[in-house]
């Protein structure tokens, strides 16, 4: 399939006419957005360079394309052989499904570690795998009956879908049913594809509660980067969180090797330097990033790639609002400093809004804070300035100073003097 050189959008009409009946006045981000969707159709049918090189992998494993995985302990019995010879990674996120979650796989390959996670998430849970090869859709499709019989449930709680993990909106397979081996004439056209498409999205917003990829992230074009992590955010719940395993640089890439296409397939070219790599996660709206683990994979023309595997959560987004409560950091550092700007000096109750105080009060932070309870209702929507200085500033009023001072700042579990409490 040729995807057709569509005529420039029409222009905006002069405003002291009407538009012409049946006029379809775009605007330039929605030609460019459309434009985009002209470029995928005319891919629906043309392997690019990771299908070339990934669809040949599925039909014949390729030793070291990945780094090796350590799965010592993990029971992988019902998962067919032909799925295990073909895993290509540098992590194991998997570990950290849990019981009854959502689970969203990026770039899911032959749909081993989908089937890992689905006897981890139970009868109860469900996994999603989402990739773009369809010889490794294929073969991760046809395991599906055979794992569901092993793990004795009654239902399928895996299912895998086509779909670029950059763009988690358009479903490739219902697209193509939808262009049905042409390509549109117009933006009208295009722009009615879209709304189809967008009725039922690949992956609803705020549907998953685990997002996790291995060794994919790196494979996406430089250009559509910040997307994928924006696309990670959009589709996790509030509280959701991504543990994804990839490959990071010592160093920027130049591009010289972004441009080989061995290098590029094989998950190094298209790596991002590492401090790059934990920011896009900030800048994408997530908190509480960290490196689970991290080991040298190796050397290549100067630049050092290691293979690591990092959590980040979903749910700092949103308003702030004043219950008058205070976050203590225990230690062991002098300080610390939260991704926005937020300075917590050891041993000092530091004023913190209700949504930092739940923030503080989970996982990653919990164990390192001491929230006081809450003082007021939010429901009362009195604003804070979460800004250092406002927040230094803020007073709390006479009628909760009693109830404040007689906490002493913090919780009364925790500001007890004794583990059984009482007085000292």
Known sequence: MVPAKLPPAPPAPASTQAPAR?????E????????????VIGELEREDREQRRYGAAARSPEACLCTPVDYAGVDLSHVPQRILDVDYGCGDPTRYAREGETVLDLGSGSGKHCFMIARKVGADGSV????????????????????????????????????????LRWDLDRLAELVRGRSPASYQELDEIESELAKQPLVAS??????????????????????????????????????????VASE??????????????????????RDRFLDAFVAAGFYGIEELSSYLWRHEQGIIFNSVTVAAYKGKEGPCWETYRSALYRGPFASVHDDDGHEYPRGT????????ARLLSTPPYAGHFVVSEALASEEERIAFDCNPAGASARRIPDALRKQWERSGGLNSASSSCTPGGGCC
């Not at 109750?349 to 930092?356: D, I, L, R």
Request: aromatic share 4%.
């Open 206 to 247: 705020n549907s998953i509660d685990l997002v996790v990829s291995n060794c994919v992230l790196n494979l996406v074009d430089d250009s559509s980067k910040a997307q994928l992590f924006q696309e990670l955010h959009r589709v996790l719940k509030r509280g959701g969180r991504a543990v994804i395993s990839d490959i």
């Open 28 to 39: 330039p981000a929605r030609v460019a957005h459309l434009n985009r969707l002209l470029a």
């Open 252 to 273: 920027d890439v130049p591009t010289e090797m972004k441009h080989d296409e061995f290098l590029w397939t094989g998950c190094m070219a298209g790596a991002l330097r």
């Open 128 to 167: 999603v795998g989402v990739d773009k090869t369809p010889q490794m859709l294929a073969l991760a499709r046809g395991a599906v009956g055979e794992v569901t019989s092993a793990l004795g449930y009654r239902q399928p709680n895996v299912e895998f879908r086509r779909g670029h993990i950059e763009n």
């Open 349 to 356: 109750a530091v004023p913190v809004c209700e949504k930092t």
């Open 22 to 26: 049946g006029f379809l006045q775009l």
